[in-house]
Protein backbone atom coordinates (compact mmCIF):
# COMPACT_ATOMS: atom_id res chain seq x y z
CA UNK A 1 0.00 0.00 0.00
CA UNK A 2 1.21 3.04 -0.97
CA UNK A 3 0.40 6.47 1.15
CA UNK A 4 0.18 9.61 -0.57
CA UNK A 5 0.29 13.21 0.63
CA UNK A 6 -1.53 15.48 -1.92
CA UNK A 7 -1.24 13.16 -3.92
CA UNK A 8 2.41 12.46 -3.38
CA UNK A 9 3.73 8.94 -2.75
CA UNK A 10 5.35 9.52 0.26
CA UNK A 11 5.77 5.95 1.71
CA UNK A 12 4.78 2.26 1.73
CA UNK A 13 3.09 -0.23 4.20
CA UNK A 14 3.29 -3.90 3.81
CA UNK A 15 3.60 -7.28 5.52
CA UNK A 16 6.66 -9.33 6.28
CA UNK A 17 5.94 -12.56 6.39
CA UNK A 18 8.75 -14.36 7.99
CA UNK A 19 11.21 -11.85 6.34
CA UNK A 20 11.13 -10.30 10.55
CA UNK A 21 10.75 -11.99 13.63
CA UNK A 22 7.29 -11.33 14.69
CA UNK A 23 8.38 -10.11 18.23
CA UNK A 24 9.96 -7.24 16.27
CA UNK A 25 6.46 -5.41 15.68
CA UNK A 26 5.65 -2.61 12.79
CA UNK A 27 8.27 -0.21 12.94
CA UNK A 28 9.51 2.58 9.92
CA UNK A 29 12.95 3.12 9.35
CA UNK A 30 13.86 6.06 6.79
CA UNK A 31 15.37 5.15 3.30
CA UNK A 32 17.49 7.52 0.67
CA UNK A 33 17.15 7.32 -2.71
CA UNK A 34 20.89 7.31 -4.43
CA UNK A 35 22.26 7.53 -7.80
CA UNK A 36 24.93 4.52 -7.57
CA UNK A 37 24.26 2.16 -4.08
CA UNK A 38 27.62 0.59 -4.91
CA UNK A 39 30.14 3.54 -3.57
CA UNK A 40 27.76 3.65 0.22
CA UNK A 41 30.38 1.45 1.94
CA UNK A 42 33.69 3.19 1.36
CA UNK A 43 31.83 6.37 1.81
CA UNK A 44 30.16 5.38 4.38
CA UNK A 45 33.71 4.25 6.21
CA UNK A 46 34.91 7.50 5.46
CA UNK A 47 32.25 8.84 7.61
CA UNK A 48 32.68 6.40 10.63
CA UNK A 49 29.41 4.96 9.82
CA UNK A 50 29.16 1.05 8.71
CA UNK A 51 27.45 -1.71 6.84
CA UNK A 52 24.95 -3.76 8.35
CA UNK A 53 23.56 -5.50 4.73
CA UNK A 54 26.13 -4.68 2.17
CA UNK A 55 24.34 -3.79 -1.48
CA UNK A 56 22.24 -6.52 -3.07
CA UNK A 57 19.30 -6.49 -5.51
CA UNK A 58 15.86 -5.87 -4.04
CA UNK A 59 12.32 -5.92 -6.10
CA UNK A 60 12.89 -2.34 -6.57
CA UNK A 61 16.09 -1.63 -7.40
CA UNK A 62 20.06 -2.07 -5.87
CA UNK A 63 19.68 -1.40 -1.97
CA UNK A 64 21.78 -1.55 1.45
CA UNK A 65 21.35 -1.02 5.04
CA UNK A 66 24.03 0.92 6.91
CA UNK A 67 24.53 2.42 10.59
CA UNK A 68 25.63 5.54 10.98
CA UNK A 69 28.45 6.22 13.53
CA UNK A 70 25.72 6.49 16.79
CA UNK A 71 24.24 3.11 15.36
CA UNK A 72 21.14 4.49 14.00
CA UNK A 73 20.08 2.28 11.15
CA UNK A 74 18.39 3.59 7.90
CA UNK A 75 18.50 2.24 4.02
CA UNK A 76 19.55 3.50 0.85
CA UNK A 77 18.27 2.60 -2.72
CA UNK A 78 19.27 3.28 -6.12
CA UNK A 79 16.21 3.22 -8.29
CA UNK A 80 16.40 1.47 -11.73
CA UNK A 81 16.22 4.70 -13.85
CA UNK A 82 13.13 3.31 -16.58
CA UNK A 83 11.62 3.54 -12.85
CA UNK A 84 12.43 6.80 -11.19
CA UNK A 85 9.69 9.17 -12.56
CA UNK A 86 7.16 6.91 -11.57
CA UNK A 87 7.71 4.76 -8.19
CA UNK A 88 10.85 6.07 -6.77
CA UNK A 89 9.49 7.86 -3.80
CA UNK A 90 6.60 4.42 -3.38
CA UNK A 91 9.57 2.18 -3.50
CA UNK A 92 11.67 4.37 -1.08
CA UNK A 93 8.53 3.76 1.68
CA UNK A 94 8.18 0.21 0.95
CA UNK A 95 11.88 -0.61 1.19
CA UNK A 96 12.22 1.24 4.42
CA UNK A 97 9.41 -0.68 5.79
CA UNK A 98 11.13 -4.36 4.86
CA UNK A 99 14.16 -2.82 6.63
CA UNK A 100 15.50 -4.70 9.38
CA UNK A 101 14.88 -1.70 12.05
CA UNK A 102 13.95 -1.95 15.53
CA UNK A 103 13.25 2.08 15.34
CA UNK A 104 10.40 2.73 17.62
CA UNK A 105 9.79 6.11 19.32
CA UNK A 106 10.89 6.02 22.92
CA UNK A 107 9.14 8.56 25.93
CA UNK A 108 11.90 10.64 27.59
CA UNK A 109 11.19 10.77 31.24
CA UNK A 110 12.14 14.43 31.49
CA UNK A 111 10.12 15.37 28.92
CA UNK A 112 6.56 13.02 28.20
CA UNK A 113 7.05 13.54 24.48
CA UNK A 114 8.80 10.93 22.35
CA UNK A 115 11.76 11.15 19.78
CA UNK A 116 12.86 8.81 17.60
CA UNK A 117 15.41 5.94 18.31
CA UNK A 118 17.27 6.83 15.66
CA UNK A 119 18.39 10.32 16.61
CA UNK A 120 22.62 10.86 16.47
CA UNK A 121 24.30 11.92 19.51
CA UNK A 122 27.32 13.76 19.73
CA UNK A 123 30.15 12.00 21.79
CA UNK A 124 27.70 9.13 22.42
CA UNK A 125 29.61 7.84 25.01
CA UNK A 126 29.76 11.21 27.57
CA UNK A 127 25.82 11.50 26.83
CA UNK A 128 25.12 8.13 28.15
CA UNK A 129 27.31 8.84 30.76
CA UNK A 130 25.66 11.78 31.66
CA UNK A 131 22.26 10.24 31.67
CA UNK A 132 23.45 7.30 34.17
CA UNK A 133 24.13 9.92 36.70
CA UNK A 134 21.06 11.38 36.38
CA UNK A 135 19.18 8.57 37.11
CA UNK A 136 21.79 7.61 39.78
CA UNK A 137 21.04 11.16 41.79
CA UNK A 138 17.10 11.02 40.90
CA UNK A 139 16.39 7.08 41.27
CA UNK A 140 19.38 5.89 42.88
CA UNK A 141 20.84 2.78 41.70
CA UNK A 142 18.29 -0.08 41.44
CA UNK A 143 16.84 2.22 38.33
CA UNK A 144 19.95 1.51 36.42
CA UNK A 145 18.95 -0.48 33.43
CA UNK A 146 20.06 0.05 29.61
CA UNK A 147 16.58 0.99 28.71
CA UNK A 148 16.10 3.80 31.40
CA UNK A 149 20.08 5.27 30.39
CA UNK A 150 18.71 5.21 26.53
CA UNK A 151 15.35 6.47 27.33
CA UNK A 152 17.38 9.32 29.70
CA UNK A 153 19.70 9.98 26.72
CA UNK A 154 17.05 9.86 23.99
CA UNK A 155 18.11 7.31 21.47
CA UNK A 156 18.00 3.96 20.44
CA UNK A 157 19.10 1.05 22.88
CA UNK A 158 21.13 -0.57 20.15
CA UNK A 159 23.62 2.72 20.53
CA UNK A 160 24.48 1.42 23.69
CA UNK A 161 25.26 -1.63 22.80
CA UNK A 162 27.03 -0.51 19.64
CA UNK A 163 29.70 1.17 21.68
CA UNK A 164 29.63 -1.27 24.64
CA UNK A 165 29.45 -4.96 24.76
CA UNK A 166 26.97 -4.89 27.38
CA UNK A 167 25.66 -3.37 30.64
CA UNK A 168 27.78 -3.77 32.88
CA UNK A 169 30.92 -3.16 30.56
CA UNK A 170 29.11 0.44 30.24
CA UNK A 171 28.58 0.32 33.93
CA UNK A 172 32.20 -0.39 34.46
CA UNK A 173 33.68 2.20 32.30
CA UNK A 174 30.85 4.64 33.73
CA UNK A 175 32.94 4.21 37.16
CA UNK A 176 36.58 4.47 35.25
CA UNK A 177 35.07 8.05 33.04
CA UNK A 178 34.49 9.01 37.05
CA UNK A 179 37.93 7.99 38.54
CA UNK A 180 39.77 10.04 34.91
CA UNK A 181 37.67 13.15 36.63
CA UNK A 182 39.42 12.39 39.73
CA UNK A 183 42.73 12.01 38.18
CA UNK A 184 42.25 15.52 36.48
CA UNK A 185 41.24 17.13 39.33
CA UNK A 186 44.32 15.17 41.10
CA UNK A 187 46.86 17.27 39.25
CA UNK A 188 44.82 20.62 39.60
CA UNK A 189 45.32 19.62 43.33
CA UNK A 190 49.09 19.28 43.57
CA UNK A 191 49.72 22.28 41.60
CA UNK A 192 47.99 24.42 44.42
CA UNK A 193 50.53 23.40 46.47
CA UNK A 194 52.09 26.43 48.21
CA UNK A 195 49.32 28.73 47.31
CA UNK A 196 46.36 29.57 49.59
CA UNK A 197 45.95 27.37 52.83
CA UNK A 198 45.97 24.20 52.77
CA UNK A 199 42.79 23.42 54.86
CA UNK A 200 40.58 25.56 51.91
CA UNK A 201 42.79 23.52 49.47
CA UNK A 202 41.55 20.25 50.86
CA UNK A 203 37.68 21.65 52.35
CA UNK A 204 37.27 22.26 48.22
CA UNK A 205 38.79 18.50 47.35
CA UNK A 206 36.62 17.14 49.92
CA UNK A 207 33.79 18.85 48.32
CA UNK A 208 34.45 18.05 44.80
CA UNK A 209 34.96 14.66 45.20
CA UNK A 210 32.21 13.49 47.56
CA UNK A 211 29.54 15.09 45.11
CA UNK A 212 26.05 13.30 44.34
CA UNK A 213 27.64 11.64 41.78
CA UNK A 214 30.26 10.07 43.44
CA UNK A 215 28.27 8.87 46.30
CA UNK A 216 26.00 7.70 43.36
CA UNK A 217 28.98 5.53 41.84
CA UNK A 218 30.09 4.06 45.32
CA UNK A 219 26.49 3.28 45.97
CA UNK A 220 26.18 1.42 42.57
CA UNK A 221 29.63 -0.68 43.60
CA UNK A 222 27.44 -2.04 46.27
CA UNK A 223 24.33 -3.08 44.56
CA UNK A 224 26.42 -4.50 40.94
CA UNK A 225 28.39 -7.39 41.85
CA UNK A 226 29.39 -7.74 38.43
CA UNK A 227 31.00 -4.48 38.04
CA UNK A 228 32.39 -4.41 41.15
CA UNK A 229 34.52 -7.95 40.10
CA UNK A 230 35.41 -6.42 36.55
CA UNK A 231 37.21 -4.14 38.24
CA UNK A 232 38.55 -6.29 40.96
CA UNK A 233 40.33 -7.70 38.06
CA UNK A 234 42.16 -4.46 37.16
CA UNK A 235 42.55 -3.71 40.32
CA UNK A 236 43.08 -5.91 43.27
CA UNK A 237 42.76 -3.59 46.13
CA UNK A 238 40.76 -0.29 47.07
CA UNK A 239 37.80 0.92 46.19
CA UNK A 240 37.38 3.08 43.27
CA UNK A 241 37.02 6.47 43.54
CA UNK A 242 38.11 6.43 47.14
CA UNK A 243 40.96 4.95 46.46
CA UNK A 244 41.70 7.59 44.15
CA UNK A 245 40.66 10.53 46.36
CA UNK A 246 43.43 8.99 48.72
CA UNK A 247 45.67 8.84 46.46
CA UNK A 248 45.15 12.83 45.31
CA UNK A 249 45.33 14.06 48.69
CA UNK A 250 48.15 12.16 49.68
CA UNK A 251 50.11 13.15 46.74
CA UNK A 252 49.12 16.97 47.50
CA UNK A 253 49.99 16.57 51.25
CA UNK A 254 53.41 14.95 50.12
CA UNK A 255 54.10 18.46 48.03
CA UNK A 256 53.06 20.41 50.86
CA UNK A 257 55.01 18.87 53.05
CA UNK A 258 58.04 19.34 50.81
CA UNK A 259 57.45 23.51 51.02
CA UNK A 260 57.82 22.98 55.01
CA UNK A 261 54.24 23.87 54.59
CA UNK A 262 53.27 20.77 56.96
CA UNK A 263 55.50 19.04 59.52
CA UNK A 264 58.28 17.20 58.34
CA UNK A 265 57.17 14.31 60.29
CA UNK A 266 53.86 14.46 59.29
CA UNK A 267 52.06 10.67 57.75
CA UNK A 268 50.88 11.88 54.49
CA UNK A 269 49.18 8.40 53.97
CA UNK A 270 47.41 8.30 57.19
CA UNK A 271 46.22 12.15 56.98
CA UNK A 272 44.67 11.09 53.60
CA UNK A 273 42.87 7.85 54.53
CA UNK A 274 41.77 10.00 57.82
CA UNK A 275 40.75 12.66 55.54
CA UNK A 276 38.59 10.46 52.94
CA UNK A 277 37.08 7.90 55.45
CA UNK A 278 35.86 11.26 57.66
CA UNK A 279 34.81 13.17 53.97
CA UNK A 280 33.20 9.69 53.30
CA UNK A 281 31.36 9.33 56.61
CA UNK A 282 30.07 13.21 56.31
CA UNK A 283 28.66 13.60 53.11
CA UNK A 284 26.75 9.70 52.75
CA UNK A 285 25.04 10.91 55.75
CA UNK A 286 22.91 13.04 54.12
CA UNK A 287 20.09 13.08 52.34
CA UNK A 288 19.03 15.80 49.98
CA UNK A 289 21.60 19.02 51.03
CA UNK A 290 25.30 18.06 51.13
CA UNK A 291 27.09 19.73 54.29
CA UNK A 292 27.94 23.11 54.51
CA UNK A 293 31.29 23.94 53.64
CA UNK A 294 31.69 24.85 57.38
CA UNK A 295 31.41 21.45 58.59
CA UNK A 296 33.69 19.91 56.03
CA UNK A 297 36.28 22.53 56.77
CA UNK A 298 35.79 21.85 60.48
CA UNK A 299 36.83 18.02 59.74
CA UNK A 300 40.32 18.92 57.98
CA UNK A 301 41.29 21.07 60.89
CA UNK A 302 40.62 18.52 63.21
CA UNK A 303 42.41 15.81 61.33
CA UNK A 304 45.21 18.54 60.50
CA UNK A 305 45.86 19.85 64.14
CA UNK A 306 49.00 20.25 64.58
CA UNK A 307 50.21 19.18 61.40
CA UNK A 308 50.09 22.36 58.95
CA UNK A 309 52.41 25.17 59.96
CA UNK A 310 51.21 28.46 61.64
CA UNK A 311 52.38 31.40 58.37
CA UNK A 312 54.44 33.30 61.11
CA UNK A 313 56.24 30.21 61.98
CA UNK A 314 56.97 29.26 58.15
CA UNK A 315 58.71 32.55 57.47
CA UNK A 316 60.87 32.54 59.94
CA UNK A 317 61.90 28.86 59.41
CA UNK A 318 62.24 29.92 56.20
CA UNK A 319 64.69 33.11 57.13
CA UNK A 320 66.32 30.79 59.21
CA UNK A 321 70.32 30.85 58.72
CA UNK A 322 71.10 27.52 56.81
Known amino acids: ?26 HWVTCFQVADVAGIPDRLTDLGGHVLRPPHDGPRGRTAVPADPEGARFSVLQVPRRARSRAALGAVGRMSA ?42 GPNALTSRAVTAEAGCAKGVLHRHFDDFDTFLTELVQDRVRRIDAQAAALRAAAGTGAVADHLTRALTDVFDSVALGIVKLLTFRDEVRARLRRERPVGMPVAEEATAMIASYLAAERDLGRIADDADVDILALTLVGSGHLLFAGREGAAPAEEEVRRVVDTVLAGVVREPDRLRRRQSAPR
Open 98 to 139: ASRTGARPVRRPDRGGAVPTGVALRDARGQLFRAAERILLRD
Open 1 to 26: MTLRVAGRPVAGVRGLGDALPRERGP
